[in-house]
């Protein structure tokens, strides 16, 4: 039973890109969750994935936007990046009313902007 | 708002004895709360929970208190192992908005 996956593990950006960030849930999950980690910080909320819609969001920008396909995988993308949106994306999946406990997270895209 | 944070940024003991790691929060009317384990290169894991109705809940190794007059709650581990090292976190929901709260995290190091 694969975990959440995410890709790629790794990524460089110039200042002005743009990018999209990529996570498999949980196999039988079906919310996805992004989270932004900053170094040395505990993850940040940007939003959640639920039937192909946005269900909330976090204190983020527009530049951030999401989405979320039929088999639950979901992208991540972010315009017009900053040396700020370097940081650690963690993907987190779920099942629809079985509680925040049963998040299950992925081991992230480590993301610099240079 | 929410607000949850630890005490201390870093945590040193040596193995087999116990670790106590510490977290604050502000809002009396939170009533649920997590730990996670954040290995290198991994994302965070769920530990432990526990829920407002409760002082005090068990796991395997792992006890978590929670101290609802000071708004305080603790994770302690017995006879703390090599494989314990990591940043520990506690967090709370945002009401039911399934978004979660962290703080910001104390790194466990566990001396041989």
């Known amino acids: 039973d694969a975990g959440v996956t995410q890709s790629p593990t790794h990524l460089i950006k110039t200042r002005g890109q743009q990018v999209t960030l990529r996570c498999s849930p949980k196999?039988?999950?079906?919310?996805v969750s992004w989270y932004q980690q900053a170094l040395g910080q505990g993850p940040q909320f940007i939003f959640q994935?639920?039937?192909?819609?946005?269900?909330q969001r976090g204190n983020f920008p527009d530049r951030f936007s999401g989405h979320q396909f039929p088999n639950y995988s979901s992208e991540l993308n972010v315009n017009a990046l900053w040396l700020g949106d370097s940081a650690l994306y963690l993907c987190?999946?779920?099942?629809?009313?079985?509680?925040?406990?049963?998040?299950?997270f992925g081991s992230g895209t480590q993301l610099s902007v240079l | 708002g929410e607000n949850v944070g630890l005490h201390l940024p870093t945590l040193s003991v040596q193995e087999g004895d116990n670790s106590i790691i510490n977290c604050a929060y502000s809002?009396?009317?939170?009533?649920?709360f997590i730990w996670y384990k954040q290995e290198s290169g991994k994302g965070p894991q769920f530990i432990i929970d526990?829920?407002?109705?409760?002082d005090k809940r068990q796991g395997q190794r792992v006890t978590v208190l929670l101290n609802k007059t000071v708004k305080h709650l603790s994770l302690q581990i017995a006879a703390t192992q090599p494989g314990d090292s990591a940043v520990y976190f506690c967090?709370?929901?945002?009401?039911?908005?399934?978004?979660?709260?962290f703080g910001q995290g104390t790194t466990l190091q566990v001396k041989p």
């Open positions: 987190a999946s779920s099942l629809a009313g079985q509680g925040e406990e049963k998040l299950f």
């Open positions: 196999s039988g999950h079906d919310t």
């Open positions: 994935y639920y039937e192909e819609e946005e269900r």
């Open positions: 809002n009396s009317a939170s009533d649920y």
């Open positions: 526990i829920r407002s109705n409760m």
């Open positions: 967090a709370e929901p945002s009401g039911n908005t399934g978004k979660l709260i």
